[in-house]
């Protein structure tokens, strides 16, 4: 059955990088819409009418909105169901494939945000990531087990924290361990990614232009 395109808000150099990569790796059309983070079209209208949260990634899709990374990913991986990049309902992976989807926003953005800004997080029994280091292991041990999050699988999954541990350890909000500087290489050089990764390159810098003009 053919799905209509999904409508996809976007804006270069943020969190829906990796979403454009996700649908880069399910090979599947989409309608672009760009926004200009330093224009803040984020916060003005029409945008404010799509999310309210003034946030991308969102998705608009059979008259619903889609936010919030996880979710992004999770919708569009099974919507596209046929290209494999979700483990389906009854595969064993399924449970870890959605329990590593969540980590990342429940646990790993608090902490990497707390640690960032040198905040004291709340006590570890309160905390939603417990602490920096037991939350840090927990997702390196996992990595360890490789070559993908799952093992041999790659899956949505993999852009996603293939993405964010790139954009992590450019910055220096992560430690440059050999496992994960491999992880990031083995995610970011598939060629859909690449080329996502290209397609973003170019948006950013017609925005640099367009802000000098
Ligand atoms: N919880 C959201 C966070 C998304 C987010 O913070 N996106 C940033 C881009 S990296 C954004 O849209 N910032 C614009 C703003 O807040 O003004 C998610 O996981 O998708």
Not at 16 to 22: E, K, Q
Not at 149 to 159: P, Q, S
């Amino acid at each position: 059955m053919s799905v209509p395109n999904v409508t996809f808000y976007h804006a270069p150099n943020s969190r829906s990088g990796g979403a454009r990569a996700l649908l880069e790796e399910l090979g599947v059309g989409y309608d672009l819409q760009v926004l200009n983070l330093r224009k803040n079209e984020q916060h003005q209208f029409p945008y404010t009418t799509v999310n309210p949260m003034g946030k991308v990634p969102a998705i608009w899709h059979r008259g619903e909105l889609i936010t919030e990374q996880p979710a992004v990913y999770l919708y569009l991986a099974d919507l596209y169901a046929d290209k494999g990049l979700a483990p389906r309902i009854d595969d064993p992976l399924r449970g870890p494939y959605l329990r590593w989807m969540v980590f990342y926003g429940s646990c790993f953005e608090p902490a990497a945000v707390d640690r960032a800004l040198k905040r004291e997080p709340a006590p570890p029994s309160t905390c939603p990531y417990g602490d920096w280091d037991t939350m840090f292991n927990t997702l390196v041990a996992q990595l360890e087990r490789g070559p993908y999050m799952l093992g041999e699988r790659f899956t949505a999954v993999d852009v996603l924290w293939g993405c964010a541990l790139n954009w992590m350890t450019m910055f220096k909000l992560v430690p440059e361990l050999p496992v994960i500087c491999a992880y990031v290489d083995r995610v970011m050089n598939r060629p859909a990614m690449r080329h996502a990764m290209s397609l973003d390159a170019e948006l950013a810098a017609e925005q640099a232009e367009e802000q000098a003009a």
